[in-house]
């Protein structure tokens, strides 16, 4: 029995800054633990039910929110059977159409684990679904992945890239000339399709290789959105514009003179159907429409086996005679048409990969079809023909880094794997079912992970989803981690970031996943500059802290195909490409050729983690951080050696270290945090498969500042080259404004230090030239360029300034052929940045730093540009200790220990530091072969020291001092803004607070971050909290009890193409926001939406407060009314600043308790027909909160309304406050509510017993007996 009580409270208004705070925007997935209050007609995270939360896709509720009737969802859960029976019992499964004539319909159970389902429902029972046992995400079916772009990373003029190049400068060659090309492995690549009649690709199709399989030598091939339309509605080309042709459509020839009775088309030549039928259709790609001019014609034949059909001709000429055309069937699946005579196919028919049996449904479906909850459509022989086509150009590319044969054009593209066989998933991007692809390589058509012969080895995705902001806790990238990780550790996955950096944590889903290969770009420029990191690509850390990218290969540039309908012959075929899309196929087929070497070597074929070290500890180091180079360049050369067992290699596990502990252990696959004080030891196992010894020589180290150098340019000038103002005449895109010296190699005046390993060059416009008007439309921008020079005629002259002005006008630039471009900054954004990894190999006679004020307006108004420089080299790192030498046997390994320990004085934040390990061979006498290390490379090592909630930070100073530059730190944050890129462009911190029991006592979080007052900075904040982690009963050690999803943060005012409206809470230059403060980890994480400041760095105060009354807090309660009288005293207890600027009170009120109410069964759809009320009249009250539960099964829903119009009764429109989770917990709360006429009302959602009894509080503060 619940006692009774009433009830005071007292509330303290304050001033700033605590009357700043707001309850943060939380528009993304999973909310607080308890039912709060919902406007009406706002879905929100709010009424999602805490004891079973998973992880929810934002956008979603704005799809709700704006109006949408219906969402395609997609669920992944612990058991379809039980999401089975929720979607029947509320009418959210997809009825099939029933099979047609010929076809029939088979019922199959679905496997029980972790699976998904994709459907639609209606948005008005949403709210429900996330209670569903077992249900561990719910994504956005209708936000399909986007794919990496390719075309904005330009060439040098007069440079030719060839994809060969990247081979060379891989190790690649270097394989092949060891015998791995490849052969055996099968690289799935999940994108627009794949034009596999293109000469360069024509025979890379992979095949099902399994005799037991039905499908056995056909292509292996997945089309997601053609499956789908195939068994919902039996649809194909043409009744569905899809890549499935409908070849149901009989034909005969009946008097055998060639010429098919009913469509006249001339079959004379053609290998005779031994039933008498012949089968078709029309062929469904559209660009061979478009270039053969109409309807293409496809005749189908069993000319093998009665029945059987496996012949296809496409009339590609459309001259009603199939003679002349090239059949397709099981090991010639291709077809096009040569219209120049010169023996290659200048138009495509693409790739015909099954023709319907009679007995079996198409490739795959048996294990999609029941996954989704459909029987299984089985078409009749020869009735349903399935094409792999190309609907844009780019899985085209991308299947050409990892398998061009070099046919076109004298060998223009050349893949990584030229033995390695593709199979490609698309469309991937045609919505739906963008998983499947992904499950589909780690299990096959038969959905059994174990079975080989009928599934990939390697997936490559070159696409992301850029509107997620917790990349790597989010709902996809943790179950592809599950993927690679548990339910095929065989199966292994090359992802791009993205093409959004220069910013840190701009890692994308699903790049950001722990258990992958996050493939990050790097260059293949002019002349032989290769190996410097792409401005534009993504960087780690993801949101948890953990490193990305993993490896890095070349994205910037190389040649790739296209398909052959695109152009008008197959030698033009071609294009030079670029960006993580280009990286990620390279790095998927480099690691095709490892995996070969290590099966032939090693027996078997590697797990997906041991996988990943070997790449990473066998890669070359460009003289970056972690989180821009990972564990290095991808060298497959290097790689192969060390499986053959070459003298001198050696592979390292593990090959990268994410310090510390989460929840008591360290986690493979989660945050892992280390407090000052402590230290962890770390194991170190290397291997040797050589004939000879291999030294290890060891030296902790980090990044330190050498050399840092600030220039002002006051861009200024009339637009001529001579006069009064003329300091700068105006943009010039191929020359440089300035020209600025940063190393001369044989000079004295202008050079780097000797310990340089990374010179890195910035640059940032004032903002009020960028977008003085905040319309989102650049005006002027900064653009750098990082030049090697190459005195070629010995002159000794780089530049002339013939009229000192220190600008580079025409007659100035005499020197342009001798300076080549190493790396550049060309996008649109207000901050620029530049970095060469160890500069002497590229240096050459000098380097120099260009700048440009890009479509600068000539004026008397001179325009600030900020360009700094700083030399980064290498220190010792206290942190880290380890024996300083090891020898690892021949034919064998070595064990040893390095330990990480912080501190007690250490700074919080993330930390990149590693141990360089230099090699050396000792030959059979004992002796080193040689002094000079065979190898450097450096395992990379992260620190993740939380702060200890409440806390406050302050930024450094920007004095120009050179000890206080740095690579990442947290109280400074750059732009990196892009507009010409997608959500995540600009700078991103993560913070981990722990927050500690003895302050988790009731009270509030205030997070407050602060920078120099302007009207167009803006930095968002995020506030993650632990949420519990799905997958940690499959394997607790590596993923811990806890995820982290977001619990509030700043409004995400994203306007597209990567730009923001500026807002924050406080309509200042700060972000503030209350969160509650509860006990444990948490991620703090920052995102600079807009950079208006005009420095390159933007200094940070910040401050995570608490707020708090002591003991009761606000609140009085008594049991007895003799209790009400007397005097007390609140204390306030506050870390932060409180200004009090008034004081009101509210007393007493008697809360209104119901323990053993009845509510029934009602309309589920329709909550004015709710079966319980309470009406009361409220005046002069603070606060409503009304709690209520169920004692049995049922899921009852709480609504709150108001008289608004003073009729006495209440209508639908007049609701207040809804809690309507998926079960009978639910609660309101509202703050300072109208007076008026007030209805609660108890609705029966889902009553399986017809009535149910409840509890319900109803507590209105209010009254005017308490005075202060």
């Known amino acids: 029995m619940r006692e009774r009580w009433a009830l005071l409270l007292a509330i303290l208004m304050l001033t700033s800054p605590a009357s700043a705070l707001v309850a943060g925007d939380n528009t993304q997935s999973n909310g607080p633990s308890n039912q709060d209050y919902i406007p009406v007609n706002s879905l929100s995270e709010q009424s999602i039910e805490a004891l079973n939360s998973p992880w929810i896709e934002s956008s979603l509720f704005d799809r709700i929110d704006?109006?949408?009737?219906?969402?395609?969802?997609?669920?992944?859960?612990?058991?379809?059977?039980?999401?089975?029976?929720?979607?029947?019992?509320?009418?959210?499964?997809?009825?099939?159409?029933?099979?047609?004539?010929?076809?029939?319909?088979?019922?199959?159970?679905?496997?029980?684990?972790?699976?998904?389902?994709?459907?639609?429902?209606?948005?008005?029972?949403?709210?429900?679904?996330?209670?569903?046992?077992?249900?561990?995400?719910?994504?956005?079916?209708?936000?399909?992945?986007?794919?990496?772009?390719?075309?904005?990373?330009?060439?040098?003029?007069?440079?030719?890239?060839?994809?060969?190049?990247?081979?060379?400068?891989?190790?690649?060659?270097?394989?092949?000339?060891?015998?791995?090309?490849?052969?055996?492995?099968?690289?799935?690549?999940?994108?627009?399709?794949?034009?596999?009649?293109?000469?360069?690709?024509?025979?890379?199709?992979?095949?099902?290789?399994?005799?037991?399989?039905?499908?056995?030598?056909?292509?292996?091939?997945?089309?997601?959105?053609?499956?789908?339309?195939?068994?919902?509605?039996?649809?194909?080309?043409?009744?569905?514009?899809?890549?499935?042709?409908?070849?149901?459509?009989?034909?005969?020839?009946?008097?055998?003179?060639?010429?098919?009775?009913?469509?006249?088309?001339?079959?004379?030549?053609?290998?005779?159907?031994?039933?008498?039928?012949?089968?078709?259709?029309?062929?469904?790609?559209?660009?061979?429409?478009?270039?053969?001019?109409?309807?293409?014609?496809?005749?189908?034949?069993?000319?093998?086996?009665?029945?059987?059909?496996?012949?296809?001709?496409?009339?590609?000429?459309?001259?009603?005679?199939?003679?002349?055309?090239?059949?397709?069937?099981?090991?010639?699946?291709?077809?096009g048409l040569d219209t120049d005579d010169d023996g290659l196919w200048d138009i495509s028919a693409g790739l015909v990969y099954w023709v319907a049996d009679g007995t079996n449904g198409v490739p795959y479906s048996e294990t999609y079809a029941p996954r989704h909850g459909y029987n299984n459509r089985i078409p009749g022989a020869g009735n349903l023909t399935l094409f792999m086509l190309e609907s844009g150009s780019h899985g085209t590319l991308c299947a050409s880094a990892i398998a061009a044969q070099g046919v076109i054009s004298d060998g223009k593209v050349l893949g990584m794997a030229p033995n390695a066989t593709i199979s490609s998933i698309g469309n991937h991007y045609s919505g739906g079912h963008s998983l499947d692809g992904w499950r589909f390589i780690a299990e096959g058509y038969d959905g059994v992970t174990i079975t080989q012969g009928d599934q990939p080895h390697i997936g490559s995705f070159s696409f992301g989803y850029s509107s997620i902001d917790e990349a790597g806790a989010d709902g996809y990238s943790l179950y592809l981690d599950w993927l690679t990780r548990i339910y095929n550790d065989n199966a292994s996955y090359s992802v791009a970031i993205g093409n959004g950096g220069h910013g840190f944590g701009t890692a994308k889903v699903p790049g950001a996943a722990h258990g992958i290969f996050s493939v990050g770009a790097f260059s293949s420029r002019s002349s032989d500059s290769w190996g410097q990191n792409a401005p534009w690509s993504n960087r780690g850390p993801n949101v948890v802290g953990r490193m990305d990218p993993d490896i890095v290969s070349v994205g910037w540039s190389a040649t790739g195909d296209i398909p052959l309908n695109s152009r008008n012959n197959a030698n033009s075929a071609w294009s030079t490409w670029g960006g993580t899309s280009l990286a990620t196929p390279i790095a998927a087929g480099l690691m095709a050729l490892v995996a070969e070497a290590w099966q032939e070597n090693l027996g078997d074929y590697p797990g997906s983690q041991e996988f990943r070290d070997f790449v990473l500890s066998t890669s070359d180091d460009r003289g970056y951080e972690p989180f821009v180079q990972g564990g290095g360049w991808f060298n497959a050369s290097r790689a192969t050696a060390t499986l053959d067992g070459a003298n001198g290699t050696w592979w390292a596990s593990p090959a990268q270290w994410n310090s510390g502990t989460f929840q008591g252990k360290h986690r493979d696959a989660n945050i892992n945090l280390m407090r000052p004080g402590e230290s962890q030891n770390v194991g170190l196992e290397f291997e040797n498969y050589g004939g000879t010894d291999v030294l290890l020589r060891f030296t902790p180290t980090e990044f330190t500042p050498l050399e840092h150098t600030v220039h002002v340019w006051e861009s200024l000038g009339n637009g001529s080259e001579g006069g009064v103002n003329d300091t700068w005449d105006g943009h010039q895109g191929d020359r440089p404004d300035l020209l600025i010296p940063l190393h001369i190699s044989n000079g004295t005046e202008y050079n780097l230090p000797l310990d340089t390993i990374q010179l890195r060059a910035r640059a940032t416009i004032e903002y009020s030239a960028f977008d003085g008007n905040q319309d989102r439309s650049s005006e002027e921008r900064v653009f750098l360029q990082i030049y090697r020079w190459t005195d070629e005629d010995e002159y000794g002259v780089y530049v002339e300034d013939f009229d000192n002005d220190s600008m580079v006008d025409s007659d100035d630039w005499t020197e342009s052929d001798e300076l080549e471009e190493v790396t550049y900054w060309w996008s649109n954004g207000p901050n620029a940045e530049v970095r060469v990894g160890l500069p002497f190999e590229d240096a050459r006679d000098g380097l120099f730093l260009g700048v440009w004020n890009y479509n600068g307006h000539v004026s008397d108004d001179p325009v600030r540009i900020e360009v700094d420089w700083t030399a980064f080299g290498s220190a010792g790192n206290d942190w880290i200790t380890i024996p300083s030498t090891t020898v690892i046997p021949a034919n064998g390994s070595t064990s040893m220990q390095m330990t990480v320990s912080v501190p007690t004085d250490a700074e919080s934040g993330l930390h990149q530091h590693g141990v360089l390990i230099e090699s050396f061979e000792i030959d059979q006498g004992g002796n080193l072969t040689t002094t000079i290390p065979q190898r450097n490379w450096t395992l990379p090592v992260v620190t993740n020291v939380p702060w200890i909630g409440p806390f406050s930070l302050e930024a450094k100073p920007l004095d120009g001092n050179v000890s206080n530059q740095t690579l990442y730190d947290e109280s400074w944050i750059s732009g990196a803004t892009r507009w010409d890129w997608r959500a995540e462009s600009g700078d991103w911190r993560f913070l981990t607070v722990e927050w500690p029991e003895e302050w988790d006592t009731g009270g509030t979080a205030i997070l407050d971050v602060d920078w120099d007052d302007n009207p167009y900075t803006d930095i968002d904040v995020l506030w993650l909290t632990e949420t519990p982690h799905y997958y940690s009963e499959d394997d607790p050690d590596s993923y811990g009890d806890s995820t982290f999803t977001i619990e509030s943060r700043s409004t995400n005012n994203h306007a597209g193409s990567g730009s923001h409206n500026w807002g924050t809470f406080t309509d200042t230059s700060r972000e503030m926001f209350a969160v509650p403060a509860n006990q444990g980890v948490h991620q703090l994480v920052l995102h600079t939406a807009l950079h208006g400041v005009p420095t390159n760095d933007n200094p940070l105060n910040v401050s995570v407060g608490y707020l708090a009354a002591e003991e009761s807090g606000f609140q009085k309660l008594v049991t007895d009314w003799s209790e009400g009288s007397g005097v007390d005293a609140v204390h306030v207890v506050s870390t932060i600043p409180l200004n009090v600027e008034s004081v009101s009170s509210y007393g007493w009120s008697q809360p209104a308790y119901f323990d053993n109410e009845t509510a029934f069964q009602d309309v589920s759809g329709d909550k004015m027909t709710a079966s319980w009320w309470h009406n009361m009249t409220i005046e002069n009250s603070t606060e409503i909160e009304i709690k209520m539960n169920a004692h049995d099964d049922a899921d009852l829903d709480l609504y709150l309304f108001r008289d608004a119009n003073g009729d006495g009764s209440f209508s639908s429109n007049e609701e207040v406050g809804r809690s309507w989770s998926s079960s009978s917990s639910e609660s309101i709360k509202i703050t300072s509510p109208e007076d008026g006429f007030y209805a609660v009302a108890v609705h029966g959602w889902s009553v399986p017993s017809g009535t149910v009894q409840f509890w319900i509080d109803i507590d209105v503060i209010g009254g005017d007996q308490l005075s202060i």
Not at 132 to 151: F, H, K, R
């Open 66 to 335: 704006s109006g949408s009737e219906n969402v395609r969802v997609t669920v992944i859960t612990r058991s379809l059977s039980v999401l089975n029976q929720w979607q029947f019992n509320h009418g959210a499964i997809e009825e099939q159409k029933p099979a047609r004539i010929g076809e029939s319909m088979i019922s199959l159970d679905p496997a029980e684990g972790v699976n998904h389902r994709t459907f639609w429902m209606n948005s008005e029972i949403f709210h429900k679904l996330p209670g569903v046992p077992g249900i561990i995400a719910i994504l956005d079916a209708q936000n399909s992945p986007e794919p990496y772009g390719t075309d904005p990373f330009a060439t040098p003029p007069g440079f030719n890239p060839e994809s060969v190049r990247s081979g060379e400068i891989h190790g690649a060659i270097g394989a092949w000339e060891r015998g791995y090309t490849g052969e055996g492995m099968v690289v799935a690549v999940a994108d627009t399709g794949v034009d596999f009649a293109h000469p360069d690709l024509n025979g890379t199709q992979a095949r099902v290789s399994d005799s037991k399989s039905p499908y056995f030598g056909w292509p292996l091939m997945f089309d997601h959105n053609s499956m789908y339309y195939w068994l919902v509605n039996g649809e194909a080309y043409p009744s569905r514009s899809t890549w499935y042709a409908d070849t149901s459509t009989i034909d005969y020839d009946n008097n055998t003179d060639g010429i098919l009775d009913i469509s006249g088309y001339n079959i004379t030549g053609v290998n005779t159907s031994l039933s008498g039928e012949y089968h078709l259709g029309e062929h469904p790609d559209s660009t061979l429409r478009n270039k053969a001019g109409g309807d293409v014609p496809i005749l189908v034949v069993d000319d093998r086996v009665s029945g059987l059909y496996e012949t296809v001709y496409p009339d590609i000429n459309r001259d009603g005679h199939f003679q002349n055309d090239v059949p397709m069937r099981p090991g010639e699946e291709t077809a």
